[in-house]
């Protein structure tokens, strides 16, 4: 397998994803689709990762992780970039459907976040031999959690659905500037440390098999967000299901 | 009448608050004794070894303000809610714009306040040295506590109309600040011992940028969170 | 001419319940409404909305001819509302709220005003005293200074008798009708209803949120 072939792959999630967004009558086929895609590029990815990748040089078979590790993180930073573009647009404009897109992405986020940390957690302890470790990866991926899980907590904690919606979304865009802050001064803070040895020497084979690792989590990480989102979608509608309005009584007048 | 501007409607708005501290000062009083109980904790925890007391001094003043911090925000739109208070102030019509203003620097004001006289206390508990660059501490004193008031503001303003706020304001704001307690530790421990590599420069850029980046935020963000659109 | 209030369906919802269900009517400027109804009737929902303290979910609301969504900024200083959340703090005292009002205002000569206010009200001789320590009757007097501060276009009284002695009903009927005199259009929300129309020029009655027939 060469490097690119995960990026044909790639073009083909994206369209169907687009697909999925731009018209209504493909939403019916497109999610079992890319989930179905993404099963079969699990299974694949199990063989690739675990038998035809070549092992790490430093770290051995034990760097195989980063296959799914990897993805995992990327997976939550674009959950929670859609996140604050939601959260953007609310306040631009309200309305209901993109605060429901951005609680699924918050939570979807949050999921693969935290597997990424704990596969983080797992790698570090038999090669820093800690399971915690001032890897600045790590500590940000941590501190991202945490803010999303405020986020989270802020909106079950709030009743009133149009504050709950406002409130969120300003929680939404001042956790997500603090990201890049958060990774900036912990590798700072790291730096005058100590400096941790890193795996910078990536070969051909280990770039297709992460990438491919990527596009499997994207068609998972899409499935979830669009279940997740009609779920959201069904409660607000339970949530906000009014007697009609008629029109006022004609005596009245 | 001509109506202040936005900076003349902040000072109001932050002298009120100060007024309102000023009256309850028994509150003022009862946060400070709860940040010198946090100090003290800090020292009992450690032990009696001088040497790490001293080295991790930054870090126990900082947490501290932290600690104390999540209180008098809280405390500072409790009384904002009660009457809806905050709501008159929209009403009188004062800009949102300017109520985020003057509460920031009331905040503030009130944090640094206290960290002047948890100064003292850090020599008594962790015997360090302030005269190393008095004026450079003071800097980063201030710009940490603008920091930690700019998204607290926000924050608090949030948590105090959800249910379980008291949870709920650090469990929003501490995530945020992880930058900020990283650079102001950093920062003021390079005031408090010598810096070879001259490292508290960058400390210090880090800090502005941070309040610089989470005051422009705050202001955009606060009318949208204290008034219904 | 000119209008004070014009509600075009107006509804507000609050969660999943209506609390405004398309209300229209009008008001002429200068002329005053009685607004009665029972307890969670929409009173004071429709008082909030006229005071732009909240906005309607659906139709509009005009008030002396502002949208009060979109123009709220050049319709606040020309409304003034005293409710049952007075908009005091607690721990300032009754002249520290009112010359913070009076400050923000832009109120020529702020102490001089606020010292007459509060003599008008009865309230000089506890005008240093912290709110907190002040009765319900006084805590009343204390919001209707801060609506004297200025000179409201429309005066949004909800349940303005309750908690007063009759001294107090007396002087606030003479304020009602110094409002009036001035040009002022009086929204009173109240359940006295007799007390309300001797006071005011129309009536709407409300029943869950919407408009009926006075009972």
């Not at chain 1, 990815?45 to 675990?50: Q, S």
């Not at chain 1, 929670?80 to 986020?109: I, M, P, R």
């Not at chain 1, 405020?150 to 990201?179: H, M, N, Q």
């Amino acid at each position: 397998m060469t490097p690119t072939l995960p990026l044909v792959v790639l073009a083909l999630v994206v369209a169907g994803i687009v697909a999925h967004v731009t018209s209504p009558a493909a939403r019916r086929w497109v999610s079992p689709a890319v989930g179905a895609l993404g099963v079969l590029m699990l299974a694949a990815l199990w063989y690739l990762g675990l038998f035809w990748a070549p092992p790490e040089q430093y770290m051995s078979d034990v760097g195989r992780i980063l296959y799914v590790h990897v993805p995992h993180v990327w997976m939550a930073l674009l959950a929670f970039t859609l996140n604050v573009g939601c959260a953007v647009a609310y306040l631009t404009k309200k309305s209901w459907v993109t605060d429901a897109l951005a609680e699924a992405a918050a939570e979807v986020g949050v999921y693969f976040g935290a597997v990424g940390v704990l596969m983080g957690s797992i790698w570090a302890r038999p090669t820093w031999g800690v399971w915690w470790d001032w890897d600045p990866r790590l500590i940000s991926t941590t501190v991202m959690l945490l803010a999303y899980v405020g986020y989270l907590a802020l909106r079950s904690f709030t009743d009133d659905p149009e504050r709950r919606a406002t409130w969120s979304a300003a929680a939404a865009i001042l956790s997500y500037v603090s990201l890049p802050i958060v990774w900036f001064s912990v590798r700072w803070w790291n730096s005058l440390h100590q400096v941790q040895s890193n795996p910078s020497t990536v070969d051909k084979p280990m770039v297709a098999v992460l990438r491919w690792g990527a596009v499997t989590m994207l068609c998972f990480l899409f499935v979830f967000i669009v279940k997740r989102y009609e779920l959201a979608r069904s409660r607000q509608t339970a949530a906000l299901e009014l007697p009609p309005l008629e029109a006022p009584r004609p005596e009245a007048a | 009448m001509t109506r202040p501007s936005l900076l003349g409607a902040a000072w109001l708005v932050l002298k009120k608050d100060w007024q309102i501290e000023w009256r309850t000062r028994a509150r003022l009083t009862a946060l400070l004794f709860f940040s010198l109980a946090t100090l003290l904790l800090f020292s009992f925890a450690m032990g009696p070894d001088v040497t790490t007391l001293r080295a991790h001094a930054p870090g126990y003043l900082w947490l501290g303000l932290l600690f104390a911090s999540v209180l008098s925000l809280g405390e500072s739109f409790r009384v904002e809610a009660e009457n809806q208070a905050l709501t008159g102030l929209v009403l009188t019509p004062v800009e949102p714009r300017a109520i985020f203003l003057g509460k920031v620097l009331g905040n503030a004001s009130l944090l640094f306040g206290l960290s002047l006289v948890l100064l003292p206390v850090t020599v008594a508990l962790y015997d360090v040295d302030l005269g190393r660059a008095p004026l450079k501490l003071l800097l980063v004193l201030f710009l940490g506590c603008l920091g930690i008031s700019a998204p607290g503001t926000v924050y608090s303003a949030i948590s105090a109309n959800a249910r379980a706020r008291d949870v709920m304001l650090p469990l929003l704001l501490f995530p945020v600040l992880v930058p900020l307690l990283l650079a102001a530790v950093s920062a003021t421990k390079f005031t408090l011992a010598p810096d070879p590599q001259e490292q508290l420069g960058s400390w210090l850029r880090l800090l502005t940028a941070f309040d610089l980046i989470y005051l422009s935020v705050g202001f955009l963000l606060f009318p949208k969170v204290v008034e219904e659109d | 001419m000119a209008l004070a209030l014009e509600a075009l369906d107006v509804s507000k919802r609050f969660g999943a319940r209506w609390a405004l269900a398309r209300l229209s009517f009008s008001l002429p400027e200068g002329r005053s409404l009685l607004l009665t109804g029972h307890n969670g009737s929409g009173k004071t929902t429709l008082l909030r909305l006229i005071a732009t303290a909240s906005f309607p979910t659906a139709g509009v609301l005009k008030v002396l001819g502002y949208d009060s969504r979109a123009q709220r900024d050049a319709l606040r200083p020309l409304v003034a509302l005293v409710s049952h959340a007075s908009f005091h703090y607690e721990d300032l005292t009754a002249a520290q709220n009112l010359s913070l009002t009076a400050r923000l205002l832009g109120v020529a000569k702020p102490s001089t005003v606020v010292d007459e206010l509060l003599g008008r009200l009865g309230l000089r001789e506890r005008a240093d005293s912290p709110v907190r320590q002040f009765s319900a009757g006084m805590r009343k007097r204390l919001a209707i200074a801060r609506l004297l501060l200025r000179a409201p276009k429309v005066a949004l009284l909800d349940e303005p008798f309750g908690e007063l002695d009759p001294a107090g009903i007396a002087q606030m009927e003479a304020l009602i009708a110094e409002l009036q005199a001035q040009g002022a259009s009086v929204v009173l929300a109240t359940h006295l209803v007799e007390q309300g129309q001797r006071l005011t020029h129309e009536r709407l009655h409300l029943e869950g949120g919407r408009k009926a027939a006075a009972a």
